[in-house]
């Protein structure tokens, strides 16, 4: 039995031991343990490690019909994400792969990091540090006034379990917490004590910084537009920790110079590998960018490392009540 562990390098884990080490105590000491660096043009390359796998562990490459049909013995992908855009579901399922993606991992990490961009931007951290480090200025006036977070309406759009976990984290900090997510029943919002907005324009209208934790579909492209931004009455922090694709940038742009939105955090943009040299983005005080990061952590990649692998050993022996998630409709191997 051979498992492939591959994927960009900028992807990968820096070594493989977590992972040898639990595919190994989980299926055989005796697994054929395979780890190739992908690139575009090394699919070909690619084909060839992947035509005798039983499971391959991945993350971003891509999955077409053409790629199963090198993939002869391929019973199961694991994903070590929570998305998987990048693969054919149905290709998948017509050959009876299962497609394993893990259900959590993050959330306490990336609502962590919702609240550091929120105490971060809202007390100016990036301008006082610019000031003293670059241009050796103390001076606290130099910056303009906020309110404090005790006297501030937070909106958070998004309320799965990193949105949740935010409001959770942020409720001794902030006067009051609106959220929007249509998908999401009244009782859930009651039971945080968060205030439910019925519509966008709503939370727009009311609040003071706004966190956005939605996942992308094809009807929230663009969401934060041009529109959006000059509903926000208050002026609103954004923080963007979702999806790249859900800020419309040049639309940002134009609301930072007019001071339409005041501040600005993301950990995603709209391009996944920037041009950061002349990003319009960059450079600005009140803008905070990070590299994708806000899941990152010990345990994070920890939990990312096990819990993806552990897809691929329970999918393997048959064990479908002990995947953490399955998202397609395929007959896992009996015991």
């Given at each position: 039995?051979?498992?492939?562990?591959?994927d960009y390098s900028e992807s990968m884990m820096p070594e493989h031991s977590l992972e040898t080490k639990t595919l190994r105590e989980g299926l055989s000491e005796d697994l054929v343990i395979e780890v190739f660096p992908y690139t575009d043009e090394t699919r070909t390359d690619f084909y060839k490690k992947l035509s005798d796998a039983d499971a391959l562990l991945t993350a971003f490459i891509p999955m077409n019909e053409e790629a199963f049909e090198h993939a002869p013995k391929l019973k199961v992908i694991g994903i070590n994400a929570t998305g998987w855009d990048n693969i054919d579901v149905d290709a998948a399922t017509k050959r009876g792969i299962g497609i394993c993606p893990i259900g959590e991992y993050c959330t306490w990490d990336v609502s962590e990091s919702a609240i550091a961009y929120l105490f971060a931007l809202n007390k100016h951290l990036k301008f006082y540090s610019k000031q003293i480090e670059e241009n050796h200025v103390w001076d606290f006036a130099?910056?303009?006034?906020?309110?404090?977070?005790?006297?501030?309406?937070?909106?958070i759009v998004g309320f799965g379990k990193i949105g949740r976990c935010t409001a959770a984290k942020a409720q001794n900090l902030v006067h009051e917490i609106m959220a929007y997510d249509p998908y999401v029943n009244e009782a859930e919002f009651t039971a945080r004590g968060v205030v439910q907005a019925k519509t966008i324009e709503e939370l727009y209208e009311k609040?003071?910084?706004?966190i956005?934790?939605?996942?992308?579909?094809?009807?929230?492209?663009?969401?934060?537009?041009?529109?959006?931004f000059s509903s926000m009455r208050r002026k609103p922090i954004l923080i963007n920790l979702g999806r790249g694709l859900s800020v419309d940038e040049?639309?940002?742009?134009?609301?930072?110079?007019?001071?339409?939105?005041?501040?600005?955090?993301?950990?995603?943009?709209y391009d996944e590998t920037p041009d950061l040299a002349h990003h319009p983005l960059v450079?600005?005080?009140?803008?905070?960018?990070?590299?994708?990061?806000?899941?990152?952590?010990?345990?994070?990649?920890?939990?990312i490392q096990v819990f993806s692998c552990n897809n691929i050993v329970n999918f393997l022996l048959g064990h479908k009540d002990k995947l953490f998630r399955l998202i397609n409709d395929v007959e896992v191997p009996a015991n």
């Open positions: 039995m051979k498992v492939l562990i591959s130099a910056a303009p006034q906020y309110p404090r977070l005790q006297d501030q309406t937070l909106g609040a003071d910084a706004i956005c934790h939605m996942s992308l579909n094809e009807g929230n492209r663009g969401f934060f537009d041009a529109a959006a040049p639309a940002l742009v134009k609301a930072l110079d007019s001071g339409q939105i005041r501040a600005f955090g993301a950990d995603v943009l450079g600005r005080d009140n803008v905070i960018i990070t590299p994708h990061a806000a899941f990152y952590s010990t345990s994070s990649m920890r939990d």
